[in-house]
Structures are given as structure tokens and as C-alpha cells.
């Protein structure tokens, strides 16, 4: 009689188990609904408006929402800042933004050939080694300040750099080393791709698609406290593109704000 009850208990355990681990299969397959909140996150764009939002001044439309989705041609019409700012200031936070390239229309010349401490590769003449390729170019401006901003753009370092800090001469070589990406993250054009980026004082964690790309780096003179905003970038003449626009979506952007 025992042996039957402890057979039956292990049975009972097993079935526990077993619907456990399907309940954990199914709910990694459940797809996420776009632009609602995760538990600990609240959503800072809802899918339908620009709520919450600051469209640049005479934008004429260019930044709009299609299909629960933010997207931006890049030919903003706006005479200042054309870049899309949250009305809110942040201090410490967690924030998740879901990003893609839609297109690459422009082929950029001027590349760098980056190396892992943030200096650009030279020849045995000491000229910068350059690349040419199809290149569109965006970002996440932090606390108010384009400088710093997590990039996005098409480059072979990937997308999560601080360039404005990784190419400031007067900052120390292990602060430039620091915001430089450790790995190439990137999705194909085309596909969407999710930044978690944790900011702590001056501190920046930038994970890419599940991989750490920057960790930990100093963002010296960053503001205490200050917005966030998508990036603006790109210009025409004669009707073409004169360098990497912003021709980019966005969608589930969610922060998790810190004490």
C-alpha cells in the first residue's frame, strides 16, 4: 500500500511538472502584445497617438503613426529640432524600445573601420581605413541631450554606441573605450530589434537583442535628470539623400523608473 501511494504521488508530481513546463513552452511561444507594459514597466507611447509626445513644430506629418507603430520618413518639415521628444523628465530608469531600419536608400562613403578602444583603424600611412555602404542612422537621446544617445544605424561596431563621447578626444581612453559596443547585435534591415538600456547616474548598460553590447560606462557630465527622444538625422539636396536618414519604426517603449 505505501509503494502504491508513493508511486501515485510521484505520478501526481509528474503531471505538475509537465503541465509547469508547458505552461512556461506556451507562454515564451505567446507572441507580446505591442505597446503593453510588462510587469514593473509602464508604456510611454499606447499604440494609437502621440500622447505623452512633443511633435516638432511645423513637422507636417512626417513623424505619424501607422498601424501601432511610430514611424518617421525623416523629411521632417520642422525649422528647430526635428527630433521626437517625451514631454517627461527621467532620472534612473530601465527603458525597453523595439527599433528597425525599414530602408537603407543611402550608401555612406565615411564608415570607420572602429576598433574595440574606440579609435579608428589607419593604414601604414595613417590615414583612416573607410568603408562604403548602405547606411540609415537614428537613435535614444538620454536625459535631454543628444550627446548622449544610443545609436542606431548600420555600421559594422552595431548599433548602441555613444559616438558623441566615443569620439570626444579630451575624454580618457578607458571612457571611450566604454561606450564603444563589445559586439555586433544587429538584426537584418527590415527587422525589428529591442534596447534595453539601464542608466544609473552616470552609469549606461546597453543590451541589444539579448546581448550586452555596453556595460557600464560612464556618460561623464550627463544631466541628473531630463527627457528622452527618437532622433532626427538626414537631409536632401536636389531631391537626394545627402547623408543616413532616419527612415525608422518604433513600437514598445516602456520604462521602469528606479530609487
Known sequence: MRKMRIVAA????????????????????????????????????????????????????????????????????????????????????????????????????????ILPDGTHARDIYGKELTLSLPDSDSGVYLRGDGRNQVNIWCWPIGSGEFYGIRMDQNMP???????????????????????????????????????KVIDNAQLPGIAPTGPIALQHHGGKSNGQWNSPPSLLQFKNIYIKELK
Not at 571612457?175 to 539601464?198: C, L, M, S, Y
Open 10 to 113: 510521484m505520478g501526481i508530481a509528474g503531471i505538475i511538472l509537465c503541465a509547469f513546463a508547458f505552461s512556461q513552452i506556451v507562454s515564451q511561444l505567446t507572441p507580446e502584445n505591442d505597446n503593453v507594459a510588462p510587469p514593473g514597466f509602464r508604456a510611454l507611447f499606447n499604440g494609437k497617438d502621440f500622447t505623452g509626445w512633443k511633435v516638432p513644430e511645423g513637422d507636417g506629418g512626417h513623424w505619424k503613426i501607422i498601424d501601432g507603430v511610430i514611424d518617421y520618413d525623416a523629411e521632417s518639415q520642422a525649422k528647430g529640432d526635428k527630433s521626437l521628444w517625451h514631454t517627461e523628465s527621467f532620472k534612473d530608469f530601465v527603458l525597453r524600445v523595439d527599433w528597425r531600419i525599414k530602408e537603407t536608400p543611402y550608401i555612406n562613403p565615411r564608415v570607420p573601420y
Open 173 to 211: 581612453p578607458e571612457v571611450r573605450a566604454g561606450v564603444t559596443p563589445r559586439h555586433q547585435a544587429d538584426k537584418p534591415v527590415g527587422q525589428w530589434n529591442r534596447f534595453e538600456i539601464t542608466l544609473k547616474g552616470d552609469r549606461v548598460t546597453v543590451v541589444l537583442n539579448g546581448i
